[in-house]
């Protein structure tokens, strides 16, 4: 990869990280604990804000999988790694990257 699309990637990588932060700010308060008391609450509200911190916990978990791929491809950029197939070595083609910033395989290789 040529220190263009390197440099261009990185900053793609990077403001993607800084939105996954910005999202995992948002979805703290989804996350809280939900509140037993009946009386201010019906059951089935109840029910649909346990359901609704359950989403938010299963978010939580997909950014927090998709940072550390990111900070991976990182990593891989600053070893002159990334953009390389790790299975067979061949480049990744350009769309790939830019649609899965992350990937370490190319199609052929990720598909069988």
Do not use: H
């Given at each position: 990869?040529?220190?263009?699309n390197?440099t261009r990637?990185?900053?793609?990588i990077?403001?993607r990280?800084?939105?996954?932060k910005?999202?995992?700010?948002?979805?703290?308060?989804?996350?809280?604990?939900?509140?037993?008391?009946?009386?201010?609450?019906?059951?089935?509200?109840?029910?649909?804000?346990?359901?609704?911190?359950?989403?938010?916990?299963a978010?939580?978990?997909?950014?927090?999988?998709?940072?550390?791929?990111?900070?991976?491809?990182?990593?891989?950029?600053?070893?002159?790694?990334?953009?390389?197939?790790?299975?067979?070595?061949e480049?990744?083609?350009?769309?790939?990257?830019?649609?899965?910033?992350?990937?370490?395989?190319?199609?052929?290789?990720a598909?069988?």
């Open positions: 990869m040529n220190g263009s390197a990637f990185r900053g793609l990077e403001a990280l800084t939105q996954i910005d999202e995992n700010a948002l979805g703290r308060g989804g996350q809280s604990v939900v509140e037993l008391d009946q009386q201010s609450v019906g059951r089935l509200s109840r029910m649909d804000a346990l359901q609704m911190q359950a989403m938010a916990v978010q939580q978990k997909r950014r927090d999988g998709e940072a550390m791929r990111l900070r991976q491809a990182l990593i891989r950029l600053d070893e002159d790694e990334y953009g390389y197939c790790e299975s067979c070595g480049d990744i083609p350009l769309k790939r990257l830019e649609l899965d910033l992350a990937a370490t395989q190319c199609v052929s290789c598909s069988g």
